[in-house]
Nanobody, 130 residues
Framework: QVHMVEFGGGLVQPGGSLRLSCTASGFPLNNYAIGWFRQAPGKEREGISCITIADRNNTDYIDSVKGRFTISRDSAENTVYLQMDNLKTEDTAIYYC??????????????????????WGRGTRVTVSS
């Protein structure tokens, strides 16, 4: 049975950091592109970052998180991370990871790729507030 789960959300002050984790069972995470998406209250789901399969690990980010967020993969741990630094109040959202076979060799961190992700976690909440 396929299962994806995100960890690491929480409450943090502006300027602070969090590291989100995405793990999976039931399919080989390392063979899929992994994307991070987020949905803020009252807004549509937004793609923010993605990473290709383990032997390439090409990454992409949307402009609003470039230089602040870093996506990485630990193949041995079958986990993808999203390190989020210098968090801003506008980063408040539920963060989801998704797995895509189609995008495994090349991905872009754009919202329209959402339908190309076959598997999803249930999300982890990130709140940035003073």
């Amino acid at each position: 049975q396929v299962h994806m789960v995100e960890f690491g959300g929480g409450l943090v002050q502006p300027g602070g950091s969090l590291r989100l984790s995405c793990t999976a069972s039931g399919f080989p995470l390392n063979n899929y592109a992994i994307g991070w998406f987020r949905q803020a209250p009252g807004k549509e789901r937004e793609g923010i970052s993605c990473i290709t399969i383990a032997d390439r690990n090409n990454t992409d980010y949307i402009d609003s998180v470039k230089g602040r967020f870093t996506i990485s993969r630990d193949s041995a741990e079958n986990t993808v991370y999203l390190q989020m630094d210098n968090l801003k109040t506008e980063d408040t959202a539920i963060y989801y990871c998704g797995a895509s076979w189609v995008l495994r060799a090349g991905c872009t961190a754009v919202t329209v790729t959402g339908p190309l992700y076959e598997y999803w976690g249930r999300g982890t909440r990130v709140t940035v507030s003073s």
